[in-house]
Structure formats: structure tokens, C-alpha cells
Nanobody, 122 residues
Framework: QVQLVESGGGLVQAGGSLRLSCAASGSFSRWAMGWFRQALGKEREFVAA????????YYAEFVKGRFTISRDNAKNTVYLQMNSLKSEDTAVYYCAAGFDFPVVTRNDYDYWGQGTQVTVSS
């Protein structure tokens, strides 16, 4: 069993940066971790994933070069550094834990956090 709690969301101007954190309980280091987002009225979409070891990462095309996923297994935390934010990045961001990597479909993740709102003003 894994419990996930996201934090770090907020309001930022376009071009700005935010760092999201996802704190996990349980056997964190065995899980691959992913970030998803869901904008109002849209489907939840994959953003980024990282292997349990942290040695491999995978990104959605629309965030490549702007977002960076990382993890600190000693702190049971995964991060999403978001730079050069755009208004279209506005969404609720969720972290998730799963066994496989890379996994881009939400149904293949076993545990989810409650989400954190990111709002980018233009």
C-alpha cells in the first residue's frame, strides 16, 4: 500500500516556474512514479514518469525541455520541476505509483494522490 500527497501547486505567471512534490508512504523505492494532469473539462493526461531507481525518465512530448521529473528515495519523494510555464499547463497535477516503466496510461498506475492545482496566468 502506498499513500501519495502532492504539494507545491499555485498561481504563477506565464514563463515562470514551479516545483511540485509528491511525498509517499510505504515501500516507495520499489515503485515507478508518474505525473499526470487534468485540465477542466479534459481527460487526465500523462506528463512524465521515472523508473524506481531514478535512472530513466520519460516525458510527454509537450513538456520535453521544460519539465524535469526526479526522485529522492531516501526522502520518499518525487518531484516535477516545471519551467517556462504556459497558460495551457493550467491543470490539477497528480502523482501516481505503478510497477512498470514507462507507463503512460492512467489505468496501469495502482496508487494516486489527491492532486495539486497549478494555474498559469497569461
Amino acid at each position: 500500500q502506498v499513500q501519495l500527497v502532492e504539494s507545491g501547486g499555485g498561481l504563477v505567471q506565464a514563463g515562470g516556474s514551479l516545483r511540485l512534490s509528491c511525498a509517499a508512504s510505504g515501500s516507495f523505492s520499489r515503485w515507478a512514479m508518474g505525473w499526470f494532469r487534468q485540465a477542466l473539462g479534459k481527460e487526465r493526461e500523462f506528463v512524465a514518469a521515472i523508473r524506481w531507481s531514478g535512472g530513466n525518465t520519460y516525458y510527454a512530448e509537450f513538456v520535453k525541455g521544460r519539465f524535469t521529473i526526479s526522485r529522492d528515495n531516501a526522502k520518499n519523494t518525487v518531484y516535477l520541476q516545471m519551467n517556462s510555464l504556459k497558460s495551457e499547463d493550467t491543470a490539477v497535477y497528480y502523482c501516481a505509483a505503478g510497477f512498470d516503466f514507462p507507463v503512460v496510461t492512467r489505468n496501469d498506475y495502482d496508487y494516486w494522490g489527491q492532486g495539486t492545482q497549478v494555474t498559469v496566468s497569461s
